[in-house]
């Protein structure tokens, strides 16, 4: 009994959350941002969602193809009918760039932590440390490039701080782990506002 209940359960948490109309999107503004201030790229796989968390990660599976995008911001108006929008990337996973809208089902693999109350902004900066001595400070500040990372460095009290700022709230796990790569423990999370608005 055990085992026909794990399997249901399994069964349960894989189906998927609804069956969408699809299409693809690209904004008429080249400098579009969405709302989790990302800059718009066609070549990312991103799609809009009006019920979704914004930062979820959510898989689309169609007759023709299978892809998986972050949700980075809320629906335009759309033509009647269609209630999910993707990256044109995305459309060409899904297999759906020939017609630019098709049928997809829809699961969230991950819930996004981005939430719509008043207050969070959704964007994060990591204190990366204070250092009194510029060669440990320009050491911490490289070894922080090379694994990918944006810091800044400001002086101030005979110390260098150094931060990474701008990090999107569904990529702070992953700015985490490249932090502690870098050999910065215990590096602090200040939410910070969005730099795009």
């Keep these: 009994m055990k085992r026909l209940l794990a399997a249901a359960v399994m069964i349960i948490a894989i189906l998927p959350l609804s069956a969408e109309r699809v299409m693809w999107y690209t904004p008429s503004n080249p400098d579009f941002t969405t709302e989790t ?26 007759e023709n193809g299978e892809t998986v ?21 995305a459309a060409e996973e899904l297999g759906i760039s020939a017609t630019g809208v098709g049928d997809a089902d829809v699961t969230i693999i991950r819930e996004g932590t981005i939430k719509e109350s008043e207050g969070n902004t959704g964007w994060y900066t990591y204190k ?9 400070a320009y050491d911490a500040y490289t070894r922080l490039i090379a694994n990918g990372l944006k810091p800044y460095a400001e002086t101030g009290d005979g110390t ?9 709230a569904f990529r702070r796990a992953e700015a985490e782990t490249l932090i502690a ?10 939410m910070e506002s969005n730099p795009y608005t």
């Design 37 to 62: 201030g990302t800059f718009f790229s066609s070549g990312a796989f991103e799609g809009l969602s009006d019920t979704i968390p914004l930062g979820s990660s959510v898989a689309l599976t169609s």
């Design 128 to 136: 990366a440390g204070s250092y009194s001595n510029g060669k440990d």
């Design 181 to 190: 790569d870098s050999g910065i423990e215990n590096a602090e999370a200040v």
């Design 69 to 89: 995008v972050t949700i980075t911001g809320k629906l335009p108006e759309l033509p009647p009918g269609r209630t999910f929008a993707i990256t044109e990337a």
């Design 160 to 168: 260098i701080d150094l931060s990474v700022k701008h990090i999107v």
